[in-house]
Structures are given as structure tokens and as C-alpha cells.
């Protein structure tokens, strides 16, 4: 059973880089067809998509965020990446790592997210 | 704001059916038959529910149901019980590798 868990520092300046690892377990990043996303949901607010890579290294980004946002990927760590630059408080929010599956254009699999707050 | 417009609330008594709606436009919900929607608890990971705008992955009982007419999709869930209190979101491909997403209804089973 493939499981995602978030992590990366919980604080971040105004104007810095945050930057979050999401780690997945139970089977290989490699395999498969599936894009590799990043989803966040501002506090009481709804869910927003930030991005995703394809298992060939393609990234497709939220037009709204794309000029900040990079995913990347670590295959021997089993490790995918986000890092989104310039950041305001209005990037505080709870970050999601999910997987979504072409065969059901549908995201599957999420993990449990983590706290990312832009605080001077 | 979100780009698909949810309830942000419904109820319901044990039994009955609850039906949430997904309202987008004719370049996303219309456009696609691409609607998924997530059952979440708090402090727990979203949950696919319905992908495809009505079919139900392997485990997901089948009182969830989902359907879509124009620009709006629903969600309906019947026979409810306490455990299907939860937050649920709508998801919507919108073309071009681009995905827009609903607010979330909160469900209160009462």
C-alpha cells in the first residue's frame, strides 16, 4: 500500500523559500503512471493545486503560481519536492502531497500534509 | 475564492439522504467528465470517494453516489450514518493539465 508523509520546516520568513519534501513508502516512485502533485489549503479555505511531475520528469505547474513553484524529484530517495520562492503570508497553509492516477484522472492517494506558515 | 462552488454546509439524520453540489463552469465540470470528490475527517488525509463523476473505488461503500448535469456535479450520500460526518471536496480537471478544486461542504450527521 503506497503511503505519502509531508515534511520540511514548519516556519518561514516573508520574501524566503519554502521548501518541502514529500517521501513516498510502500512502492517506488519509479513505477507506474502517475503525476506526482502538490495541493494546499489556505487556513479555512478551500484546497488549491499547486502542481505535479510525471514519473518522466515533465512538470505542470498552477498557472497563478508557476513563476514561484518548482517540483523535482529525488528517485533514489523515492522523494518528490516543492519549493515555492518569494513567499507572503498569503502562501500560510496546510501543504499536501497526493498522487494522481491518469487511469481515473483523480488524485489517490494523499498524505496527511504539514503546516507551512509565513511569519516574519 | 474557489474556482467550484460548494455548500459549506449540509445535514442530515441518521438514514436519510444528503445531496452536495459542485457547481463550476462549461471549461471545467461541464467540459470534463473528469469530477472526483474526497470524504475528509479532521486531521486526517483526504479520501477518494468517486472518480469520473460516478464511479466508486475498490472499499468506498456504494451510498455514495455521484452524478452531473451542465455545469454541476453532486455527490449524494444515502443511508447516512455518524461516521460519514466529515468535510467533502470536489475536484474538477480543467484542461491543459490545470485542476480546479471546490471550498468543501461541511456534513453534520445529526
Known amino acids: 500500500q503506497v503511503q505519502l508523509q509531508e515534511s520540511g520546516p514548519g516556519l518561514v520568513k516573508p520574501s524566503q523559500t519554502l521548501s518541502l519534501t514529500c517521501t513516498v513508502s510502500?512502492?517506488?516512485?519509479?513505477?507506474?503512471?502517475?503525476?506526482w502533485s502538490w495541493i494546499r489549503q489556505p487556513p479555512g479555505k478551500g484546497l488549491e493545486w499547486i502542481g505535479y511531475?510525471?514519473?518522466?520528469?515533465?512538470?505542470y505547474y498552477n498557472p497563478s503560481l508557476k513563476n514561484r513553484v518548482t517540483i523535482s524529484v529525488d528517485t533514489s530517495r523515492n522523494q518528490f519536492f516543492l519549493k515555492l520562492s518569494s513567499v507572503t503570508a498569503a502562501d500560510t497553509a496546510v501543504y499536501y502531497c497526493?498522487?494522481?492516477?491518469?487511469?481515473?484522472?483523480?488524485?489517490?492517494?494523499w498524505g496527511q500534509g504539514t503546516m507551512g506558515t509565513v511569519s516574519s | 475564492q474557489s474556482a467550484l462552488t460548494q455548500p459549506p454546509s449540509a445535514s442530515g439524520s441518521p438514514g436519510q439522504s444528503v445531496t452536495i453540489s459542485c457547481t463550476g463552469t462549461?471549461?471545467?465540470?461541464?467540459?470534463?467528465?473528469?469530477v472526483s470528490w474526497y470524504q475528509q475527517h479532521p486531521g486526517k488525509a483526504p479520501k477518494l470517494m468517486i472518480y469520473?463523476?460516478?464511479k466508486r473505488p475498490s472499499g468506498v461503500p456504494d451510498r455514495f453516489s455521484g452524478s452531473k448535469s451542465g455545469n454541476t456535479a453532486s455527490l449524494t450520500v444515502s443511508g447516512l450514518q455518524a461516521e460519514d460526518e466529515a468535510d467533502y471536496y470536489c475536484?474538477?480537471?480543467?484542461?491543459?493539465?490545470?485542476?480546479?478544486f471546490g471550498g468543501g461542504t461541511e456534513l453534520t450527521v445529526l
Open positions: 475536484i474538477s480537471y480543467a484542461g491543459n493539465n490545470n485542476w480546479v
Open positions: 462549461s471549461s471545467d465540470v461541464g467540459g470534463y467528465n473528469y
Open positions: 469520473e463523476v460516478s
Open positions: 510502500g512502492g517506488s516512485i519509479r513505477s507506474g503512471d502517475y503525476y
Open positions: 511531475m510525471y514519473n518522466s520528469g515533465t512538470t
Open positions: 497526493a498522487r494522481e492516477a491518469p487511469s481515473i484522472v483523480a488524485f489517490d492517494i
